[in-house]
């Protein structure tokens, strides 16, 4: 941010940076400078990322879950929340000294509401490449439908 203001690195930034991150340790990841995160957002770290896409078809979650065992995931709907569990193992190298481990290991779980015209009958879902994307469709009865005038 400082950078386009003055066209270089101002001092200043590094401390502005430094307020920034014990704003979010402060406030659970909410505050943000420079960042686009609103009240919705999770605290830094929050694994498995997900995004949710919405169509006049279908929701559509992307969970970014690389290095999950897909048949271990636990995927259901109960009363329009989706549940997504599951765990993540990453190797640790027992004689290595570990100066930062940022990768995420260990069990999970991350919950979406769905909106009303969810059809939880019809959900499809594939993991590929580390994304496991599910398909809500939505319910025929809630659509639009044209009516024809005689």
Not at 24 to 45: H, K, M, V, Y
Not at 70 to 89: A, T, W
């Amino acid at each position: 941010m400082f950078e386009r203001l003055w066209g270089y690195e101002h001092p200043l930034a590094g401390h502005m940076r430094r307020l920034e991150q014990e704003l979010d340790e402060l406030f659970g990841g909410n505050a943000s400078l420079t960042g686009t995160r609103d009240i919705r957002s999770l605290p830094t770290g929050t694994f498995p990322a997900l995004n949710v896409a919405s169509t006049g078809d279908a929701i559509v979650v992307y969970l970014f879950a690389p290095g999950a065992d897909p048949k271990q995931l636990d995927i259901s709907i109960h009363q329009n929340l989706l549940s997504i569990s599951g765990q993540r193992e990453i190797a640790v190298d027992e004689e290595a000294t570990y100066y930062r481990r940022e990768r995420f290991s260990g069990p999970f779980r991350r919950a979406v509401s769905l909106p009303e015209d969810a059809d939880a009958e019809r959900v499809e879902a594939k993991y590929l490449n580390g994304i496991l994307t599910i398909r809500i469709a939505r319910r025929q009865s809630a659509k639009p439908r044209q009516i024809e005038v005689r």
